[in-house]
């Protein structure tokens, strides 16, 4: 029998994030473990009239791409994989790996060249969400792999996932949609801003986001959701900013990250652990090193760190920023073959300023019509 959340969870996919139209081109994608949600997605789209591609995933094939990729296929980019992202009107991507740490060994210069190599698909992907020409969802199935990482049971981090995705609720739909009306606000006091400043343990850290756009994010692109980003300014990001919590990619966990800029581009990249991995990153094309996206945490049902980034940079009354390309739709110009989210911690010890004025301390909006508990 189907967990009643996983029917409340498609349906919200598949009607309200990427609200699909009968006749309308839907390609849904995961791991073969989520089978239960990928199934639900499909019934429902199928009922909305919806033309139904379906990608299923299985375990082992990026360890081996990594182990026994030649320089041709590393610098392979799928022409199949391009069409589909210039074609598709809408997009579902349910992750769910078994094993989150199987890529832990996988040399990062090979990593990095598959990434640099298939930047123009990911632009595309970019390019076409921000025209809204493709809408997109992607959101988390519980397995046992992510409830370890999380250091829950598995059935602990079920409800963890639910909960935050508010699908206790009898109608989840409503709820994001009074949570959207609150953090719109948020957006639109902080379009009128010049520039943001955090000040945290071991972070001082000022970013220009003059003329940029904040995006309200409610659940439409990420799920579940609970943040508002911009692209910071290029060239307009000075100090440094200690990041609270591991930072994950790809697998990949670096501990203790700190960062420096200056005038935009990374001066000083440090980690107690997984230091070769992020330079390696932070080098891999030209703009690795610029900051992509700067974002409050506004998801006041996540608390805990779990080593999810979906859900981690949304922890209420948290900061993340992200190296590498940025999102069209905020006016950033930041184009690479990395997206990198790290997240700060400002419950503690920290405030946040828009243009000399304090906006957030200890994690607490100081307006208090913007998100809270």
Same mark, same amino acid.
């Given at each position: 029998?189907?967990?009643?959340?996983?029917?409340?969870?498609?349906?919200?996919?598949?009607?309200?994030?990427?609200?699909?139209?009968?006749?309308?081109?839907?390609?849904?994608?995961?791991?073969?473990?989520?089978?239960?949600?990928?199934?639900?997605?499909?019934?429902?789209?199928?009922?909305?009239?919806?033309?139904?591609?379906?990608?299923?995933?299985?375990?082992?094939?990026?360890?081996?791409?990594?182990?026994?990729?030649?320089?041709?296929?590393?610098?392979?980019?799928?022409?199949?994989?391009?069409?589909?992202?210039?074609?598709?009107?809408?997009?579902?991507?349910?992750?769910?790996?078994?094993?989150?740490?199987? &890529?832990?060994? +996988? !040399? =990062?210069?090979?990593?990095?060249?598959?990434?640099? #190599?298939?930047? @123009?698909?990911?632009?595309?992907? %970019?390019?076409?969400?921000?025209?809204?020409?493709?809408?997109?969802?992607?959101?988390?199935?519980?397995?046992?792999?992510?409830?370890?990482?999380?250091?829950?049971?598995?059935?602990?981090?079920?409800?963890?996932?639910?909960?935050?995705?508010? &699908?206790?609720? +009898? !109608? =989840?739909?409503?709820?994001?949609?009074?949570?959207? #009306?609150?953090? @719109?606000?948020?957006?639109?006091? %902080?379009?009128?801003?010049?520039?943001?400043?955090?000040?945290?343990?071991?972070?001082?850290?000022?970013?220009?986001?003059?003329?940029?756009?904040?995006?309200?994010?409610?659940?439409?692109?990420?799920?579940?959701?609970?943040?508002?980003?911009?692209?910071?300014?290029?060239?307009?990001?000075?100090?440094?900013?200690?990041?609270?919590?591991?930072?994950?990619?790809?697998?990949?966990?670096?501990?203790?990250?700190?960062?420096?800029?200056?005038?935009?581009?990374?001066?000083?990249?440090?980690?107690?652990?997984?230091?070769?991995?992020?330079?390696?990153?932070?080098?891999?094309?030209?703009?690795?090193?610029?900051?992509?996206?700067?974002?409050?945490?506004?998801?006041?049902?996540?608390?805990?760190?779990?080593?999810?980034?979906?859900?981690?940079?949304?922890?209420?009354?948290?900061?993340?920023?992200?190296?590498?390309?940025?999102?069209?739709?905020?006016?950033?110009?930041?184009?690479?073959?990395?997206?990198?989210?790290?997240?700060?911690?400002?419950?503690?010890?920290?405030?946040?300023?828009?243009?000399?004025?304090?906006?957030?301390?200890?994690?607490?909006?100081?307006?208090?019509?913007?998100?809270?508990?």
């Amino acid at each position: 029998m189907t967990d009643p959340r996983v029917e409340k969870l498609a349906r919200l996919l598949v009607e309200y994030s990427v609200s699909i139209k009968k006749g309308k081109m839907l390609g849904i994608s995961g791991h073969a473990c989520a089978s239960p949600l990928l199934r639900e997605c499909y019934r429902h789209a199928i009922r909305k009239g919806a033309l139904v591609e379906v990608n299923v995933a299985i375990d082992g094939l990026a360890e081996i791409f990594y182990a026994e990729a030649n320089s041709q296929q590393l610098a392979y980019a799928s022409p199949f994989r391009e069409f589909r992202m210039r074609k598709l009107d809408a997009l579902i991507n349910v992750w769910g790996d078994t094993n989150t740490r199987s &890529l832990t060994n +996988a !040399d =990062p210069k090979k990593m990095a060249a598959f990434a640099a #190599a298939n930047k @123009k698909i990911g632009q595309i992907f %970019l390019d076409r969400a921000a025209k809204k020409e493709l809408l997109w969802v992607g959101t988390q199935w519980p397995t046992n792999a992510a409830a370890q990482d999380a250091e829950m049971s598995l059935e602990e981090y079920e409800n963890f996932v639910f909960k935050a995705g508010h &699908l206790d609720d +009898a !109608d =989840p739909i409503a709820t994001w949609k009074r949570i959207s #009306a609150s953090q @719109k606000a948020l957006a639109a006091a %902080l379009n009128k801003c010049k520039q943001i400043r955090i000040e945290a343990p071991d972070t001082d850290i000022t970013l220009g986001v003059g003329g940029r756009r904040w995006i309200n994010c409610d659940g439409h692109e990420n799920f579940p959701d609970g943040e508002v980003f911009t692209g910071p300014v290029e060239t307009q990001v000075n100090g440094h900013i200690r990041f609270s919590f591991p930072a994950i990619h790809h697998g990949r966990e670096v501990n203790g990250v700190f960062i420096e800029f200056k005038n935009g581009k990374v001066v000083k990249a440090q980690a107690d652990k997984g230091e070769d991995f992020l330079r390696a990153m932070v080098a891999m094309d030209a703009r690795s090193s610029y900051l992509g996206e700067l974002a409050f945490g506004t998801n006041y049902n996540i608390t805990r760190y779990t080593r999810n980034t979906l859900f981690d940079e949304k922890i209420g009354g948290t900061m993340h920023l992200a190296l590498g390309s940025g999102y069209p739709e905020t006016g950033s110009v930041n184009k690479s073959g990395l997206h990198w989210d790290m997240v700060c911690d400002t419950r503690k010890k920290a405030k946040v300023f828009a243009d000399g004025n304090l906006l957030l301390e200890n994690g607490r909006f100081v307006n208090k019509s913007f998100p809270h508990p």
